[in-house]
């Protein structure tokens, strides 16, 4: 408050930028004087003694901090002054030189009282701090302590811009800073881990390894994902599950192999493969490479029983599906016998079948895959294109010249043909039907028996 406030003549000042209460406009050599008390945080204190000393000590005057920290002082003689200021424990002193220089009022230096504690310790922290972000190793350091580090270095370094920071504030920045570099050796580099856990989970275990240690594996394999999926898991506790998921592969026991059915299947494979050349290209090769994969798994010491097991089933159906190479030298002869016919007296319509027939003969002939049934297809096919070969008839009194009559007369005795014509009978005339049919169907026969071994090659 004011000693001797008259508000005769008031003014408005203002302190720090904060309002002060008026007061009267003092006269000649006599200033008023007005300050404000704030902690270190720039809070106003209340309350706070204030007193106005002369350079030698002595107490001129004396009030107390409004609720906003303000003080007054009225009337103040123009010279040199000391304004001690006492808050708590904490005493300062501002130096304050009074004179008229035309103004209202003359202004102490704010009061701080805040004593500015030591941050030399706290600095060195800060940049120790700064130089183990920068190590690898610190991208390892488990994401709970890195998000708990970095907010004590921000408090820290708040501390460090504070104009005024008590020691007491300084050693919490301290103190709580140091606990966190000193977790920064709670790291967790899970990648070998996951790589040997990926390893694992592309192994066939199933029906290779005893169900034991198949069981060893996966219960290792699910801890160990558990350790992975935690983003906080300790290096000690990845390289624990690590080891223990090692150790469960490096324990796994193979299934014992019975390799003695396979054996005994390629011991009898031996016969056929003695006389391979009995058998058409397109079987006897697949028996070939089955029997050679049947023997790789006999040498193989590390098969397991699901490939003996494939490798007898295999060399199995090889067997089963060889084809002997049928006797073609009677579809031989019947073809030399056919190409040396001359068709210019038979019909158009039974020679295409004879050429129809002829020709599946002859893919028959050529087709090493050929089965038995495709040679006596072909065979039959052929003979009945042979047999149903009608000759030519000419008709009464066409084309005969004089004198000639007789001699053809003579040719055309006995024979089917003439006879056919002579009494108008339509049994030749079925029988070529017939076999053109038959020979049509003989050879389509042929030709997609051909088509078909062709596509087992």
Partial sequence: ????????????????????????????????????????????????????????????KSTTTDALGNYKFKN????????????????KEIPLTVVNDGTDYTVVD???????????????????AYTQKEQDDYQYVVPAVKELFEARLAEAEAVIAKEYASQEEIDAAYDALLDMVHKLGYTGNSENL?????????????????????????????AAEKVLANENALQEEIDAARDALQAAVDGLEKIPVDKSRLQKLVDDA??????????????????????????????????????ADSAYAALQNAIFGLREIPDKDKLEDLI???EGMDLSGYTAETAAAFRAALASAKAVMADPNAEKDDVDNAV??????????????????????????????DKNDGSKNNSSVKTGDNAPIVLYAVLVILAAGAAALVIVMIRRRQRRK
């Fill in 380 to 409: 039959s096919g052929l003979q009945a294109a042979i047999d149903g070969l009608e000759k030519t008839t000419v008709k009464p009194g066409d084309g005969e010249k004089p004198g000639s009559g007789g001699q053809d007369s």
């Fill in 194 to 222: 996951k790589v040997l856990a990926d390893a694992v989970k592309g192994m066939q275990l199933e029906g290779v390894y005893t169900d034991e240690t198949v069981k060893a594996v996966q219960d290792a394999l699910a």
């Fill in 336 to 338: 030399k016998e056919a």
């Fill in 76 to 91: 103040v003689v123009t010279g040199e002054y000391l304004v001690r200021v006492t808050a708590g424990e904490i005493v």
């Fill in 110 to 128: 704010k009061a701080v009282m805040a004593e500015q504690g030591d941050k030399t310790d706290l600095q060195a922290l800060i940049d120790y």
């Fill in 1 to 60: 408050g004011w000693i001797g406030l008259n508000t005769r003549n008031s003014h408005t000042v203002y302190v720090d930028n904060v309002e002060v209460t008026s007061y009267d406009l003092p006269t000649g050599e006599l200033r008023n004087v007005a300050g404000r008390v704030v902690d270190g945080n720039n809070t106003a204190i209340e309350n706070a003694k204030v007193e106005l000393l002369s350079t030698n000590g002595e107490e001129l």
């Fill in 270 to 307: 031996a016969e056929y493969e003695g006389r391979i050349d009995e058998f058409t290209p397109a079987t006897a090769e697949p028996f070939k490479a089955a029997l050679e994969g049947a023997r790789a798994v006999l040498a193989d010491e590390g098969a397991v029983q699901a490939e």
